[in-house]
C-alpha cells in the first residue's frame, strides 16, 4: 500500500520569504505519479503539477519549483517570494497501481503580510 | 457552468434526516468521485464511478448511497447521519479512470454540519 507523509502541518512565513514544503512517499510500485494540489479557503482543490516516476528533472512554473528526488522518495514544492494569495492548504498526492489518489494530510500555508 | 459543480455548498441536518448531495461535471469526463475531507485528516476516498458504474467502495457506511445516473451527475444520499460525519465532501472528475496519470479535478465540496 502506498502512504504520503506531509510533516509539516502548519507553515507561517512573511511575504516575500521562499518556503517549501516537504513530501515523503512510499510505494512499491516502480510506476507512479506525483501531484500536488493547492486548497484556498473556497474550498476546491487546485491541480498544480503532475510528475511520473521517471522523471526526476526539477521543474520550475514562475514562483512554483519542485524537487523530486526517488533516491529520497521526496518530492518537495517550494514557493519563492510568497505572496498573501499563496495562502491555503497544499496537498501532495501519488497515484500508482491502485489507480487512486492518495493524499497526504496537507500543510496548512499561511503567508503574512 | 464550467468545470465541477457541487450543490449545496452548506448543509445542516438533524440525524434522523434524508438529504442527497449533487455533483455535475461539465468537463466531458467519465470517472467520478466522491471523497470525505474531515478536520486534520487527510482527504478519503469514498466512492468511484466509472462510466456510470460504481468500481470502488472503501468501507464507507450504508449511510452513505451513492447514485451515478450518467456520467455528468454523481449524487450521494444521505440518511440517520452521526455527528462524526460532519466533514467537508468533495467531488472529483477525471477523464478515465484506467491510467496512472489519474488528473482530477474537484469541486467547492460541501460542508455538512449534523446536528
Known amino acids: 500500500a502506498q502512504k504520503v507523509t506531509q510533516a509539516q502541518t502548519e507553515i507561517s512565513v512573511v511575504e516575500k520569504e521562499d518556503v517549501t514544503l516537504d513530501c515523503v512517499y512510499e510505494?512499491?510500485?516502480?510506476?507512479?505519479?506525483l501531484f500536488w494540489y493547492k486548497q484556498p479557503p473556497s474550498g476546491e482543490l487546485v491541480f498544480l503539477i503532475r510528475r511520473n516516476s521517471f522523471d526526476e528533472q526539477n521543474e520550475i512554473s514562475g514562483r512554483y519549483s519542485w524537487n523530486f528526488q526517488k533516491s529520497t522518495s521526496s518530492f518537495n514544492f517550494t514557493i519563492t517570494a510568497s505572496q498573501v494569495v499563496d495562502s491555503a492548504v497544499y496537498f501532495c498526492a501519488f497515484s500508482g497501481s491502485a489507480r487512486q489518489l492518495t493524499f497526504g494530510s496537507g500543510t496548512q500555508l499561511t503567508v503574512l503580510p | 457552468e464550467t468545470g465541477v459543480t457541487q450543490t449545496p455548498r452548506h448543509l445542516v441536518m438533524g440525524m434522523t434526516n434524508k438529504k442527497s448531495l449533487k455533483c455535475e461535471q461539465h468537463?466531458?469526463?467519465?470517472?467520478m468521485y466522491w471523497y470525505k475531507q474531515s478536520a486534520k485528516k487527510p482527504l478519503e476516498l469514498m466512492f468511484v464511478y466509472n462510466f456510470k458504474e460504481q468500481t470502488e467502495n472503501n468501507s464507507v457506511p450504508s449511510r452513505f448511497s451513492p447514485e451515478c445516473p450518467n456520467s455528468s451527475h454523481l449524487f450521494l444520499h444521505l440518511h440517520t447521519l452521526q455527528p462524526e460525519d460532519s466533514a467537508l465532501y468533495l467531488c472529483?472528475?477525471?477523464?478515465?479512470?484506467?491510467?496512472?496519470?489519474?488528473?482530477?479535478?474537484f469541486g467547492p465540496g460541501t460542508r455538512l454540519t449534523v446536528l
Open positions: 468537463l466531458g469526463h467519465n470517472a
Open positions: 472529483a472528475s477525471s477523464e478515465i479512470l484506467v491510467s496512472f496519470d489519474n488528473e482530477q479535478f
Open positions: 510505494t512499491r510500485d516502480t510506476t507512479y505519479y
